[in-house]
C-alpha cells in the first residue's frame, strides 16, 4: 500500500496496533470484492475511530458511542450498502453499549470491526469496558475494582448471528476474519479485535498476546452455542482466536415489506 499524503498519515502512536489492522483492512475489502462506492464506514470518537479519515470509503464520524445509530439508519435507507462500523472498545463497548446490544437483538445487517486495546487511549489511558480486573491505570491506581465486559458471551447470549474475534499481531488470520464478517449475510457480524496500546496499556502487550492466542479447534461447532460460550470465557492463559458463533436468522432488514421494492433512498 502506498504511503498517504503526510496531512492524512494516521496520527497513532508508534507501534500501536491500529497501523496492522488499517493495512489488513484495505486487503480484506479487496479480497471480499467490495465496491467501494458501495461502502459506508461509521465511527464515533477515538483512536479506533480515526481509521475511516485514513481510507478510501464513503464515511459518517458521529458521537461518541453513537456510531450503531448512525449505521443503522444508512442500513436501512439504502440496505444495498455496505456498511461497516469501525470504532474501540469504549465507544463500542462503554458508551455505546446500549446500541451494541440492541443492535444485535434486531440483527441489523452491518459489521462491527471493534478494535479492542483494552483503554481509553485517546483521553490518555483510563481503564475501559474490557480492561482487565487490578490494571493499574493512572486514573485507577488502585487497580480495575470492576470485572471486565465480556462482549463475545453477550453477543452469544444475544444470537448474534456471526461472532468472532481475531489479533492484530496475526495479520493473515487477522484478514480472514474480516473477509468473512465482511461476506456475512445473515445480519449483523462482531470481530472483536485485539489490539494492543503500547503507550497506555503496558500490561496487554503484543508479546502478552503472542504467548496466548490460539486458533479457535478446527472441530469446534459454530453453530453449537453452548460451546461458543466456553470459548467466549477462555481468557488468561490461553485466548481462542477465530469464529465462535454462527446462526442462522433472517437480517432485520429482509424482513421489512417496505424494502422489498428498493432501497428507500431510491424512492
Known amino acids: 500500500m502506498k504511503l498517504a499524503p503526510a496531512d492524512t498519515r494516521p496520527a497513532w502512536c508508534p507501534g500501536c496496533g491500529n497501523h496492522a489492522l488499517l493495512r489488513t483492512f484495505e486487503e480484506a475489502v479487496d479480497a471480499a470484492g467490495i465496491d467501494r462506492h458501495r461502502l459506508v464506514l461509521v465511527s464515533g470518537i ?28 444508512i442500513k436501512l435507507a439504502n440496505h444495498e450498502l455496505e ?44 481503564a475501559s469496558p474490557t480492561s482487565d480486573w487490578k490494571m493499574v491505570t493512572k486514573v485507577q491506581p488502585q487497580g480495575v475494582l470492576s470485572l471486565p465486559l465480556n462482549p463475545l458471551a453477550l453477543a452469544i447470549v444475544q444470537g448474534c448471528s456471526f461472532v468472532a474475534r481475531s489479533f492484530t499481531g496475526v495479520r493473515s488470520h ?21 489490539q494492543p496500546c503500547p503507550s497506555f496499556n503496558r500490561q496487554n502487550t503484543f508479546e502478552w498476546y503472542r504467548q496466548r ?26 485466548i481462542p482466536i477465530g469464529i465462535y458463533y454462527r446462526c442462522l436468522r433472517p437480517s432485520f432488514e429482509a424482513q421489512l415489506s ?8 431510491a424512492g
Open 46 to 73: 477515538g483512536q479506533a475511530a480515526k481509521l475511516p479519515h485514513y481510507t478510501k470509503a464513503n464515511v459518517f464520524n458521529g458521537l461518541h458511542g453513537r456510531a450503531l445509530p448512525a449505521a443503522t439508519a
Open 83 to 126: 456498511v461497516v462500523i469501525t470504532s474501540g472498545d469504549g465507544d463500542m463497548y462503554g458508551e455505546g453499549g446500549n446500541h451494541f446490544i440492541h443492535a444485535m437483538r434486531r440483527n441489523v445487517g452491518l459489521k462491527a470491526f471493534v478494535h479492542n486495546n483494552q483503554v481509553y487511549g485517546l483521553t490518555k489511558g483510563q
Open 174 to 194: 487477522l484478514r480472514e476474519m474480516m473477509v468473512a464478517a465482511l461476506r456475512h449475510r445473515g445480519g449483523f457480524a462482531l470481530l472483536d479485535i485485539l
Open 213 to 238: 492466542v490460539k486458533p479457535v479447534n478446527a472441530s469446534h461447532d459454530p453453530s453449537e452455542r453452548s460451546a461458543a460460550l466456553e470459548l467466549a470465557f477462555t481468557w488468561g492463559e490461553e
Open 258 to 265: 417496505v424494502l422489498k421494492d428498493g432501497p428507500l433512498a
